[in-house]
């Protein structure tokens, strides 16, 4: 992350690659950086970096997470724009995400809901047209 990031998140993972392949295909975020134990991505000024649980050792949870191996991303949920819901939602499907809610129309946006690695949910939408033109989104 920058000093000039309008918004960065820090995620703890157990596969680093896995997540950022994840979120790059899902989410249309893009990989400015990928080591063993870091990731560094981005979408329209917002930062999400990727950290391995051994980067932080002094994190109250680090052993609790080491130890029970339970999912860092309860309790998360990521809300992403994307161009196109359906094709997004199929992407994170056919990468191993687990369906939630499958694409669903409601005010105005197109909206689905799918667990990627480590248990983030992600919330994937895109605004809709709803004037009934012929313009309107599929």
Do not use: K
């Not at 950086?33 to 990727?50: E, F, K, N």
């Not at 860092?72 to 191993?96: H, K, N, P």
């Not at 995400?97 to 197109?110: F, K, S, V």
Request: glycine share 10%; proline share 4%.
């Amino acid at each position: 992350m920058s000093h000039d990031d309008a918004l960065g998140l820090i995620l703890w993972t157990t596969d680093i690659q896995g997540l950022a392949r994840f979120l790059e295909s899902a989410a249309g975020l893009a990989v400015e950086a990928l080591h063993p134990g870091y990731a560094l991505l981005r979408l329209d000024g917002a930062s999400i970096v990727l950290h391995a649980d051994e980067a932080y050792r002094g994190h109250p949870w680090y052993d609790a997470l080491r130890r029970e191996g339970v999912a860092r991303g309860i309790g998360a949920e990521l809300r992403f724009r994307v161009s196109d819901v359906r094709a997004s939602y199929a992407e994170a499907s056919r990468r191993g995400g687990l369906p939630i809610q499958a694409p669903y129309d409601q005010d105005g946006i197109r909206e689905c809901q799918v667990m990627g690695p480590d248990g983030y949910v992600l919330s994937l939408w895109q605004p809709i047209d709803t004037s009934g033109s012929s313009t309107a989104a599929n």
